[in-house]
Structures are given as C-alpha cells and as structure tokens.
C-alpha cells in the first residue's frame, strides 16, 4: 500500500497567517492527490483535485501544489473558518489512502 | 440536489450483524462508483474500498476484505455495507461518497452513520 505522511500532525496558527501543510507518498503518484477539510462532527469536503485544481466554490486563499511523491497545501491568509483538519488522500493506486490529517487550531 | 443520505446512527452488541444504507440523489447513481470511509473515534480517514452501483463490482482495501461486505441496488439508487458479526473495534462513523472520474476526487460526501457496537 502506499502511506501517504502529512506534516505537521498539529498547527496553531492567527487569522491572517500563511499556512502549509505537506503530504509526502510513500512512492510515486504522479497528480493523484486531493485534498480535503473536515470541520467537527462533519464530513469532509473536496477543497482540491488533482494536486492544485480547486474544487467549485472554494475560496481561492486556498492552493496546491507538487508531483510525484512531494505535494502541498498552501492557505495564503487564514481565516476563522478555516480552522479544522485538513488531510490528503491519493487515487492512483488501489487501495486509495489518506494522510493522517493535520489539525489547524486557533492561535 | 445532488446528494448522498446515510441510514441513521446504531448502536449493536458484538456478534450481531448490520447493514447500513446511502441512497443518491439528484445525478445518474449508476454512473459514479461508491466509495465507503471509516472514521474511528478521534481518528484520521480509511478508505474501505469501493462499488459500482451498475453491475455491483467491488474493491476492496485489504485492511477491511473479509470482514464487510457492500452491496448496491440500483432501482433506488442505494448502496449497503454490511457486517455479519460486529466487533468492539467497528465502533466508527462511517462516510459513503463520490467517487467522479473526470477529478478522480470523492466530491460528494454523506453526513455520515455512526456505528457504537458495546455490549
């Protein structure tokens, strides 16, 4: 299976803060990497496909980038309802798998 | 609306077994695979494994193979997952979502079932 290690596992960071968080896949996956948000008692929601495609409706303080093994999750300036758990999930080989998931808090 | 509703919470002994549901609406079911997600308590994402609503095909995540089953009925646009004998560590909220091909991302999402198997 691939492994798919995100970094760091926490954060705290301020509204307004640039934030990045990394996924790093155990080999290569060439662009299969998305990334998703989960707030609290929710499911996660697509914010990016494809390593730096946003998903519609998705505030564009939100990037990505990277390919092969090495990928990122930039939020330029963070806002209050950004604060939640980001975490990343590769489809190029079955089974598909997820980071561990990096908790953005309130500084 | 497009949307994928999950069957309500449950709350089982181990040993008993159980099926839970996610129906789609508002696009063409038979047209996007099924994804089932595991999410332990105070835990990160698992995927599963996934269904074809069209034809019932399956994949399966090793982790998960032997142990659940899924199953689809495309005349209401419904798949299942399915136990025959639930363990204490099947405690978990449960995802369906999405899978579209074209972003090759899980796009649509269910509000989840959590499962609470304790004797």
């Known amino acids: 299976d691939i492994q798919m290690t995100q970094s760091p596992s926490s954060l705290s960071a301020s509204v307004g803060d640039r934030v990045t968080i990394t996924c790093r896949a155990s080999?290569?996956?060439?662009?299969?990497l998305n990334w998703y948000q989960q707030k609290p008692g929710k499911a996660p929601k697509l914010l990016i496909y494809?390593?730096?495609t946003l998903q519609s409706g998705v505030p564009s303080r939100f990037s990505g980038s990277g390919s092969g093994t090495d990928f990122t999750l930039t939020i330029s300036s963070l806002q209050p309802e950004d604060f939640a758990t980001y975490c990343c999930l590769q489809t190029y080989i079955i089974p598909w798998t997820f980071g561990q998931g990096t908790k953005v808090e309130i500084k | 609306e497009v949307q994928l509703v999950q069957s309500g919470a449950e709350v089982k002994k181990p040993g008993e077994s159980l099926r839970i549901s996610c129906q789609g609406s508002g696009f063409s079911f038979s047209s996007f695979w099924i994804n089932w997600v595991r999410q332990m308590p105070g835990k990160g994402l698992e995927w599963m494994g996934r269904i074809d609503p069209s034809d019932s095909d399956t994949n399966y995540s090793p982790s998960f193979r032997g142990h659940v089953t899924f199953s689809a009925d495309r005349s209401i646009s419904s798949v299942y997952l399915q136990w025959s004998s639930l363990k204490a560590s099947d405690t978990a909220m449960y995802y369906c979502s999405r899978h579209e091909v074209r972003m090759d991302a899980f796009d649509i999402w269910g509000q989840g079932t959590m499962v609470i198997v304790s004797s």
């Open positions: 494809g390593v730096s």
């Open positions: 080999q290569y996956i060439s662009t299969y």
